[in-house]
């Protein structure tokens, strides 16, 4: 089985969020134990497995991912980064329908050689941070948001950008908290530099100390900013060591999340592993 990783969210080697991606001729999918301990080896924070559907199926691919520690419901930059190896291989041209456990996702190729990816826009809901939760962060928010079925994110809002890029989390105690875990998130403090907000992820239940560049996370951080700047289209700094940036379009109920992708290994899993 050939495996490609590929980083997401930008267009040089070495930056953006790496996603292995795995394609299978055609289902099912292996048992779900092959596929985690595949994921737990490979240790990024999501493997993306993915085989084609027979003609007339709802979508041309069906799309799992997997965290080294669980499933998850939605993943960008990883579907990202699918779009692109099937791209790269000839496997897919145009528009590619991936059926999910979000439902039906679609990543479209643009001229400039980006892809876009049309991802449900998460619901946001007040919510509040357990105080454990706001020590373990290191500072207080100014604001608290719930963030729906599909990711499960508590959406902090702080000060402002430095102290976004200062955060030093303890990752133990976040990793108590129920859901996925914890976005952070700013205004831009010069909008001029080219990204109006910023944000950083930590998702230490399900395996990923910090994620480098989250699109998931897109989804509820464009209708946030979008609101607050008054823009269908932003661009979002995901300010980890690694760095990345997501451009938004909110569409109501649909987020279009767009980004480049750049391949750095390919290998193959050796035969009967």
Same mark, same amino acid.
């Given at each position: 089985?050939?495996?490609? #990783? ?11 969020? &790496? ?7 055609? &289902? &099912? ?5 092959? /596929? ?5 080896? %490979? ?8 085989? +084609?559907? +027979? ?7 069906? %799309?799992?991912?997997?965290? +080294? ?10 579907? /990202? ?20 456990? $979000? ?6 190729? *643009? ?12 619901? %946001?809901? &007040? ?17 608290? !948001? ?14 402002? *950008? ?20 914890? #976005? ?14 910023? $944000? ?17 996370? !897109?989804?509820?951080?464009?209708? /946030?900013?979008?609101?607050? %700047? ?27 999340? $767009?980004g480049h992708a750049v391949t750095v290994l390919d290998g193959r899993l050796?035969?009967?592993?």
């Amino acid at each position: 089985m050939q495996i490609r #990783i590929v980083d997401a969210f930008t267009d040089r080697p070495f930056a953006g969020n &790496p996603a292995a991606v795995a394609l299978f001729d055609g &289902p &099912p999918f292996p048992d779900d134990d092959r /596929l985690q301990r595949l994921a737990a080896e %490979l240790n990024l924070s999501e493997t993306a497995y993915a085989h +084609p559907l +027979p003609a007339g199926a709802e979508a041309d691919w069906a %799309l799992r991912w997997f965290t +080294p520690a669980a499933e998850v419901r939605l993943c960008g930059h990883a579907t /990202l980064a699918t779009a692109h190896v099937l791209r790269e291989t000839g496997a897919a041209s145009g528009t590619v329908r991936f059926a999910t456990l $979000s439902g039906v996702l679609t990543a479209t190729p *643009e001229a400039d050689g980006a892809l876009t990816l049309d991802f449900p826009t998460a619901p %946001l809901t &007040p919510g509040t941070l357990p105080p454990d939760a706001a020590r373990a962060l290191g500072t207080e928010p100014v604001g608290v !948001h719930e963030t729906g079925p599909n990711v499960q994110d508590l959406l902090v809002e702080v000060a402002d *950008e430095a102290t976004v890029r200062a955060l030093d989390p303890d990752l133990r105690a976040l990793a108590r908290l129920d859901g996925r875990g914890v #976005i952070v998130t700013a205004a831009a403090e010069q909008p001029g530099r080219g990204y109006d907000y910023v $944000s950083r992820c930590f998702f230490p239940a399900v395996g990923i100390d910090e994620d480098p560049v989250t699109g998931s996370a !897109h989804t509820a951080l464009a209708p /946030l900013w979008s609101r607050r %700047l008054g823009r269908e289209r932003l661009t979002g700094l995901q300010a980890s060591a690694r760095t990345g940036v997501v451009r938004t379009t909110l569409r109501g109920e649909r987020t279009l999340l $767009s980004g480049h992708a750049v391949t750095v290994l390919d290998g193959r899993l050796r035969a009967g592993l």
